[in-house]
């Protein structure tokens, strides 16, 4: 089957950035789009930030000019890199991988936690 494995969260000050990883592990699967999730205590799962496979991006209007996606096709690996960050960023944040064939799978969530 595929893993993701993510990385990358913890806390951080207003104003600060963190960068957030996930690698998939290699299979049979062929990669669609990547994405990175978030969910607030309470609230549902929403989309951050997605990159398809031609590199084309999509972002959430809240994130938009402060979080930037990438993959790195070689290394099977997404990245989030989020500046300016805010006490609303505050979240568990997925990665979301999908496949044709398999659909999407999730990654574990990493904790990303904005506050003085």
């Known amino acids: 089957q595929v893993q993701l494995v993510e990385s990358g969260g913890g806390l951080v000050q207003p104003g600060g950035s963190l960068r957030l990883s996930c690698s998939v592990s290699?299979?049979?699967?062929?990669?669609?789009?990547m994405g990175w999730y978030r969910q607030a205590p309470g609230k549902k799962r929403d989309l951050v930030a997605v990159?398809?496979?031609?590199?084309?991006?999509n972002y959430a209007d809240s994130v938009k000019g402060r979080f930037t996606i990438s993959r790195d096709n070689a290394k099977n690996t997404v990245y989030l890199q989020m500046n300016s960050l805010n006490p609303e960023d505050t979240a568990v944040y997925y990665c979301?991988?999908?496949?044709?064939?398999?659909?999407?799978?999730w990654g574990q969530g990493t904790q990303v936690t904005v506050s003085s």
């Open positions: 979301g991988v999908d496949f044709i064939l398999l659909g999407r799978v």
């Open positions: 290699k299979s049979r699967f062929t990669i669609t789009t």
């Open positions: 990159i398809l496979s031609g590199d084309t991006t």
